[in-house]
């Protein structure tokens, strides 16, 4: 007859190591976990590369925008500026718009419309500004 204490070996010896369900189980939950991690990873990416964009296109705007406003509040016309085009920069390339004119029935009050747009990417930025100006006439 064995003691309990032999007993206990033999069931201590028995148990070393893991089954290979459990390695599976273990491999697929780590795996799972990685790919969730990478996935997180590449949305970040993503809308770093939005906010880029954004800013980037933001500031053309808002010096564009000022370009047309000195024109139109010492010009009154906008004869030497672009209206519209294709411009590129490291996040893409970007189509724009600018028109304006004149509001009710007040002689110089202009408004200002600036539209851009992004080609070809996974999340399209799309921009509008609308600003104002007043023709200032020389005495």
């Known amino acids: ?16 190591g893991f089954t290979l369900l459990e390695a599976m ?6 795996s799972f976990g990685i790919v969730l991690i990478y996935e997180a990873l590449f949305i970040s ?11 980037t296109v933001s500031a053309w705007m808002s010096e564009k925008i000022s370009q047309a406003q000195n024109t139109l ?6 004869p030497d ?8 920069d490291k996040n893409g390339s970007f189509s724009w ?16 419309n600036i539209d851009v747009s992004q080609h070809k990417t996974k999340r399209a930025l799309k921009l509008s500004r609308v600003s104002y100006a007043l023709f200032k006439e020389e005495e």
């Open 45 to 55: 990416l993503d809308a770093l590369n939005y906010c880029s964009s954004y800013f």
């Open 1 to 16: 007859m064995m003691s309990k204490t032999g007993n206990r070996q033999a069931c201590l010896k028995s148990k070393k």
């Open 25 to 30: 189980v273990t491999v697929a939950v780590l």
């Open 81 to 88: 500026l672009d209206t519209s085009g294709d411009f590129a």
């Open 97 to 112: 718009r600018l028109s304006y004119g004149p509001i009710g029935e007040e002689e110089g009050l202009y408004q200002i």
């Open 73 to 78: 509040t010492y010009l009154g016309t906008l």
